[in-house]
């Protein structure tokens, strides 16, 4: 009879993993390349991307204005709608018609948008001046050591800035006399 | 290598060219070598895995033979000495002998599979438990392609090998390819050793019609793959990650649209599997029998993904039917629960294990145990329906009616359709929640208001999907006629059976959905 | 019964193969109308007369020097191999490549497409690479220039990148099918019409200003070409101010082309001296010059070149005057066609964004 336990072997072992925890954890497929393309079966022979890479990527800094946020690599349609006409507005033609590249100035924020697939995306945003903040509290004329303080040690450091990249965003402070004279959320690049 | 890649179909003209051109002898052997770089190209340190797996195999499957030869010759030489008693015993030694080998084989490599495939989902379920999702990292594990495949088709062997019904291969090359043949390796079907041995290790000789056959059964497959399938994919996509928007009738476009697209995926890859292996005179199991045409959910699992069904029945189900416990605790339920409840309670058991393993096999996740357990709820409410329909069958002689075999048949793809969200938004609650909107939200007017043409796809594409879906429709229609198309066409001119294989190739090529002028990227930006 | 089979099977490798060839021609984009920036690198190939001076580079060379404009007032040959968006490497290769078939005199590179370090943007890759011929060069661009999305099988088969523009073919694709009709003077982009420039947006702050590495090394690799070749290479900055040219950038150039002993100048500070002005000179408000402002241009720069280097007036050799005689009518023609638009229409129709058919 002994034998007869060779496939409750082989589906016990299985089962077991299956008692060690409760409640679903998966975030939903955030990968457009594996989701839903990935059948059941699929999944099986590509295997489980589920755990480490499934993960969400990390979101980037984000700007945030009158309830809006802005983040590069979003669209820029619904800030539009939400901010209005811009002060001042500027457009240029790529080369052989690629698409509009867009600078929007709205009172001390200016935003630079690139097109794809006929929509246009956020890849700079800008402050100005010293009226408006980062969403972490600072603005043009925050020290250096704010700065540091805030966002702590800097991914990189050059003779006028540091840089702080987080998921898609590199945010940058640019720097005079150890006081912040720029502040630009870029999306980065490669 | 994606079997859609430029790459791969450089490396299957090399092997098929090859094939033929080498003495018949090392016709195998080159397979295994092919095989080899096919997974070395993969991922080199995959290559460990698949050799503990079949070295261990190998060596245990031998050991196990020479326990039955030894026993067996023992037996002949000691048969008029030996009283009954004895010889029982002596059987059951020997038995226990092999146990033992068979234990360490089969905790070894399904081991392997458990540990790589489910390490993080353990890991990731403790945390959730322990609500901290940092108190244990997550482990950057590889996870060996093909594993749950060729994990599978060795354990098959090495079981039926300690069953005596399959002798043990002595050649440890040849064992070598049967687990790693390259076609089936990605993605099936589960083949058996005792089906696919004597063709495998056979010497083909080039024929045309063979070759051709083979041909003409990958081309489909691609045409499947990468003219219908990879299109949708790009609409299920967006329906299934912008789960904000996309609700109500949303969904239920979104679950025919995967219903077709997973059908197509999976039989065209099935297909470009089956049709290479045949290419080279080899016969692999079929995987598929017509599946959207069942009319119970019982019968959509006896033609869908045939070779991993029979596999779970063979090697889970019957075993697990007539073990000791499971007779003790059904012969208990007889005696207690009475006729009715006893006589279910062992198949209900049995049949919740297969379901309960099917979907964790399917992957380490939870969405995949609610779908497997699922199908297992389904098929026991239809089996327990059984008795009414067999009544409303006999009142209304609606049995057999082609009406009424069309509502069986949308009704069970549509349940199948439902049940596989799971898989589509790959999170159980979400899935109800989804799947419930269907029903709350009604929004039909997406059908006319060009709401449609958002989801990624132009009115260019859907036109092709149409076309494509009512050819695959019509030679599946054939199908069922028992006509198989291949044979049709090949018994005209020549001329016209190449023609014939040609569009498939040329329409493949530019009505494909593959490359940079196909944007499939789209969503890397919208989702952020 | 066998061997007619294989006859069969033979017959329709052959057609399937023709098939793939004439759907590839179908299929491939023609870049006649509207964006015709993809057939500029193809054109140079169709020019039988060898020329003294080479351009290299984006659209600040291909909009900015007219080339006729060079003939017509100093008798220099000249052509200008640039695409849009042209990067360095791309513009080095063109370059190689241009060098198997003649040896000019001098070769002038435009240098704000070292601002990109990296491969860019795949729809510019295939519009400056897909109209070189096969070489090594090709090969070597085409690795230099892809970005990730990109597949090198693309290059050799273009219907693989292609394919799927069958729902979006225009009457171009079946009237070029087998030929195309020149876009280009010399690869100069005419454009005559004006719209003034404004002000730009102030530009960006950098962290970092120093010019990338790889960009950098192929300007190296160009002057070791030409040098190696005893040709003399002119680093220019076209006059145009936007794209913003960094003062940060030019001082790295002007550092490169003071090791390196070559010529660097940088037009943007000379705008009045060659007498543009950017209110009528330009098309699209200061991103390029317009024909009267590219002419202006070359009417400067060829003063330049007759003075500093050693070209001879072609106009006397009569195999030449014949031959370009027939480009000046070309362009001629061309500007006297976009000329009584604008006088119609207000705009251009059969050229610019206008006329992009789809």
Known sequence: MKKRFVSILVSSMLVVSLFTG??????????????????????????????????????GYVYSQGGVDVAVNGEMAPIVEAWGEPDKYFESESCAFQGMDKVYTYGSVVINTYPENDKDYVLTIELKDDTITTAEGIYIGSSKEDVVATYGAATSETDVALVYDKGECQLTFFFEDDCVTNITYAAKMD | MLFTSIEFIGFLILVVVSYYLIPKKMQWPLLLIFSYIFYFIADPRYLLFILVTTLSTYGISIVMENINNASKEYMTAHKAQMSKEEKKAYKAQVKAKKWKWLLVCLFLNIGILSVTKYT????????????????????????????????????????????????????????????????????????????????????????????SFGLYRVLWGYFKKVVIADRM?????????????????????????????????????????????????????????????????????????????TWFTDYIFYPISVCGPMLKISKWSRNHLGEVIGKRVPVYLSSFVVWLTTGIWHGAAWNFIVWGLMNFVVIMISQELEPLYAKFHNRFK????????????????????????????????????????????????????????????????????????????????????????????????????????ALMFLVTIVFGAYGVGYDSSQFIYNQF | MKSKR???????????????????????????????????????????????????????????????????????????????????????????????YETPKVVVFNVLALKYNTPQNEAYNRMSIDGMNWSVSKINNIKASM??????????????????????????????????????????????????????????PLADYTLGENAMGYMQKMVDLCKEKGIELILIKAPTEYPHWYDEWDAQVVEFAKNNDVEYINYIPLQEEIGLDMSVDTYDAGLHLNTSGAEKMADYFGAYLKENYDLIDYRENEEYATIWQEKVDFYNAMKEQQYSELEQYGELVSFGANAIRN
């Open chain 1, 22 to 59: 409760c409640g679903s954890s998966e975030a939903p497929a955030a990968n457009s390349e594996t989701a839903p393309a990935v059948s059941e079966e699929a999944s099986a022979q590509e295997s489980s991307q589920q755990s480490v890479e499934e993960q969400v990527a990390e979101p």
């Open chain 2, 120 to 211: 993080n989902f353990v890991i990731n379920n403790i945390n959730n438990f322990l609500n901290d999702t940092s108190k244990l990292q997550l482990v950057d594990m590889i996870v060996p392609m093909g594993i749950s495949f060729y994990t599978f088709q060795t354990m098959g062997y090495i079981i039926d090998v300690y069953r005596g019904k399959q002798e043990a291969q002595r050649n440890p090359f040849k064992l070598a390819l049967f687990v790693s043949f390259f076609p089936q390796l990605v993605q099936g079907p589960i083949s058996r050793y005792g089906d696919l041995a004597p063709t495998l290790f056979a010497e083909h000789k080039f024929d045309e019609k063979t070759v």
């Open chain 2, 233 to 309: 994919l790009t609409a299920v996509t967006t329906l299934v990650q912008q789960t904000d928007t996309y609700t109500g009738t949303y969904v239920f476009v979104a679950m025919l649209f995967y219903a077709f697209e997973l059908y197509c995926d999976f039989t065209g890859g099935i297909d470009i599997t089956i049709g290479i292996a045949e290419m080279m005179g080899i016969r692999l199991a079929e995987n598929f029998h017509l599946p959207y045409f069942s009319k119970n959910i019982k019968e959509y699992w006896n033609r869908w993904h045939i070779t991993m069904g």
């Open chain 2, 398 to 501: 609606v049995k057999g009616k082609p009406l009424y075999e069309g509502f069986q048949i949308i009704r069970t793809i549509l349940l199948m359709s439902a049940i596989r969200m799971f898989d589509c938004y790959r999170d159980v609650p979400l899935t109800f929640k989804m799947v419930g909107s269907m029903f709350t939200k009604c929004n039909p007017g997406i059908f006319t208001d060009g709401s449609l043409m958002q989801i990624g796809l132009t009115g260019a594409d859907y036109m092709v999907l149409a076309i494509g879906l009512i050819i695959v429709l019509s030679v599946s229609i054939m199908k069922v006629k028992a006509y198989s198309v291949r044979e049709v066409l090949y018994a005209k001119p020549a001329f016209v059976f190449y023609t014939v294989m």
């Open chain 3, 6 to 100: 294989f006859v069969a099977a033979f017959l329709v490798i052959i057609l399937t193969l023709g098939s793939l060839y004439l759907l590839q021609r179908l299929l491939v984009p023609k870049y006649q109308t509207g964006i015709v920036e993809g057939s500029m690198v193809e054109e140079y190939y169709k020019d039988k007369s060898a020329h003294e001076v080479l351009f290299i580079g984006d659209c600040e060379v291909y909009e900015n020097f007219s080339t006729i404009t060079l003939w017509e007032k100093y008798g220099i040959t000249s052509f200008i191999r640039g695409s849009a968006q042209q990067l360095t490497w791309q513009s080095y290769y063109l370059l190689e490549d241009a060098l198997k």
């Open chain 3, 147 to 204: 970005t990730e999305e990109e597949n090198f099988i693309d290059y050799v088969f273009p219907l693989l990148r292609y394919h799927s523009r069958w729902s979006e073919l225009t009457s171009d694709d079946f009237e070029h099918f087998f030929s195309k009709d020149l876009v280009t003077h010399n690869g100069y982009y005419m454009r005559v019409d004006s719209k003034p420039q404004s002000e730009f947006p102030d530009p960006r």
